[in-house]
């Protein structure tokens, strides 16, 4: 079992920057494959971007490649999502995630055994 907490959330001009944090605890951290997700007012939880264990390989969402940047400290049992150029369309809860099957390269919900809380971020126009 792996607890997760996410952090750093918060209101954003269009055009600004956020960095989210997730903190693991529990089992130990480095096995798994970490996701963030994101999910919008009326529409459904989305993938935004997925870490490797290693942290050697990095998948983005179109929507956000080049503008998001996922990196991970096992020491620190931590992993973080830099969020550059921010767009109004970027508003949403956002989530991370741990999947322990460390073959694969998930992009959907149910492929994923634990789950943060949220953290919102806004980002006005």
């Known amino acids: 079992q792996v607890q997760l907490v996410e952090s750093g959330g918060g209101l954003v001009q269009a055009g600004g920057s956020l960095r989210l944090s997730c903190a693991a605890s529990?089992?130990?951290?480095?096995?798994?494959?970490m996701g963030w997700f994101r999910q919008a007012p009326r529409k459904e939880r989305e993938f935004v971007g997925i870490m490797t264990r290693s942290g050697l390989r990095t998948y983005y969402a179109d929507s956000v490649k080049g503008r998001f940047t996922i990196s991970r400290d096992n020491a620190k049992n931590t992993v973080y999502l830099q969020m550059n150029s921010l767009k109004p369309e970027d508003t949403a809860v956002y989530y991370c995630a741990a999947d322990d099957n460390v073959g694969r390269i998930g992009t959907k919900n149910d492929e994923y055994d634990y789950w943060g809380q949220g953290t919102q971020v806004t980002v006005s126009s």
């Open positions: 529990g089992r130990t951290f480095s096995p798994y494959v």
